[in-house]
C-alpha cells in the first residue's frame, strides 16, 4: 500500500478482508480440525458431547476474529486499558461469585454463558502492556520507575489467579508479560535482577504460598514413580500411552490407554497424548509442524507493523500462543509439572478457544493496518 506523506491510509470494509492474511486463517482452521477430530476419539466416535459443541464455539469465534480484524487498530489503542480493566473486574468477581470445579474457583457465570476470566487476561495483558510502552521513548524504557505501572498492571492478574488458585495460568499469564517488556526493550539487567530476586524468594514461597496439591505436584515431577497410583498417575499414564503409540500410532479410534479410560483428562489437557498414540510420532510431529507455521507465520505478520503498539501486540500474541502450546505439551511429556493447561485448539473448553480467536483477530488486525502510522495522540482520541 503507497503512503501519501501526512496522510492515513483509507482502508474500506472490502480492502481490510483483502488484506487478511488467510493463510494464517487456514492454518488455524487446520489445527482445529485436528482438534475436533481428536474430540471425536475421545467420546469414543460420537460427535456429542465434545466435539459438535467445539465446532460450534469455532464457528462463533472465527466470525468474531474476522470482525477484530477490521475494527482500525487504533481504536484497539484508545481503548486497551479500559479492555484490560474490565477483564480485572471479571476476575476479581471470581473471588466473590465465581464457581468451583475441580478443587478451583475459576468460572464466572454471566447467565447465558460460562466464562474463564484468566484466559481472557492473557490477551487484554498484551493489549494494556503493548498501549503503555508504545509511545515510550527508549530512554524511559530504561528508567526502573518508568515500570512500576506495568509491573503493577502485571502482578494485579497474575496475584487474582493465584488465589484461584490456578498456578499454571498464573505463570503462564506472568511469562508472557515479562515477554512483552523484553519486546518493549527493558534492559537486560533488570530481567536478571528480578530473576535473582525470584530465587531468593523460592523458600519463602514455598512454604507461605504453594499450596499442598501444588507442592505435591511440584515433588512428583522430580520422582513420578513415587506414588504412581496417585499423585504420579497422570504423567505416567500420559508416558505410557506416548511410548505405545510408536511411530506411525495404533490407529484412529484404537488408543488403548485413551479408550479404556486410563488415560485421564483426554479430552482436555491430556489430548496431545492421546493423538500421539493414535497416530504415532509422525502425527505428533505433523501437529508440531503446523503449530510452527502458524508461530512463524505470526512472527513475520508482527514484524511487518510499522507501528510500535501494532508489533508488540502482534508479538504479544505470538509468544503467549507459543507458550500455551510449549508448556502443555511439555507436560505431558513429563518434562514440566502437571498443570491444568489446554492444548491450543485442540482441548476442549470454549473460553479458551474464544479468546486465543480473539488473540488471532488482534494479530491479524495489525496485519491489515501494518502501513498505518500511529501519531503520539492516537490513545487520547486523535485519529
Known sequence: MTLIPGRQPELTIGRKLWQINWTFVLLISLIAGIGFAMLYSAADGSLEPWSVRQMARFGVGIVAM??????????WLRYAYVIYFASLLLLAAVEFTGSTGMGAQRWLNLGFVNIQP????????????????????????????????????LALPVVLVLRQPDLG?????????????????????????????????????????????????????????????????????????????????????????????FLPEKHTDFIFTMLAEEFGMAGGLVLLGLYLMALVYG?????????????????????????????????????????????????????????????????????????????????????
Request: include cysteine; glycine fraction near 10%; hydrophobic fraction near 55%.
Open 66 to 75: 474476522v470482525v477484530f480484524a477490521l475494527i482500525d487498530i487504533r481504536i
Open 169 to 261: 495460568t498464573a505463570i503462564l499469564i506472568l511469562i508472557t508479560g515479562i515477554a512483552v517488556f523484553f519486546l518493549a526493550g527493558v534492559r537486560a539487567w533488570i530481567f536478571i535482577a528480578a530473576g535473582l530476586a525470584a530465587i531468593s524468594a523460592i523458600v519463602p514461597i514455598w512454604k507461605f504460598v504453594l499450596l499442598d496439591y501444588q507442592k505435591q505436584r511440584l515433588l512428583t515431577y522430580l520422582d513420578p514413580e513415587r506414588d504412581p497410583l496417585g499423585a504420579g498417575y497422570h504423567v505416567v499414564q500420559s508416558k505410557i500411552a506416548l511410548g505405545s503409540g510408536g511411530i506411525f500410532g495404533k490407529g484412529f479410534l484404537a488408543g488403548t490407554q485413551s479408550h479404556l479410560s
Open 118 to 153: 484468566s484466559e481472557v487476561v492473557k490477551i487484554t495483558l498484551i493489549l494494556a502492556l503493548a498501549r503503555y510502552f508504545y509511545a515510550s521513548r527508549v530512554e524511559d524504557v530504561e528508567r526502573l520507575t518508568h515500570l512500576f505501572v506495568p509491573a503493577a498492571m
Open 299 to 383: 512472527f513475520f505478520i508482527a514484524l511487518r507493523s510499522r507501528n510500535h503498539f501494532g508489533r508488540l501486540v502482534g508479538m504479544g500474541v505470538v509468544a503467549a500462543f507459543f507458550f500455551n502450546v510449549f508448556v502443555n505439551i511439555a507436560m505431558v511429556m513429563g518434562i514440566l509439572p502437571v498443570v491444568g493447561m489446554p492444548l491450543p485448539l485442540i482441548s476442549y473448553g470454549g473460553t479458551a478457544m474464544v479468546t486465543l480467536l480473539f488473540g488471532f483477530g488482534l494479530l491479524l488486525c495489525v496485519f491489515v493496518h501494518r502501513d498505518v502510522a500511529i501519531s503520539p495522540g492516537t490513545a487520547d482520541g486523535d485519529f
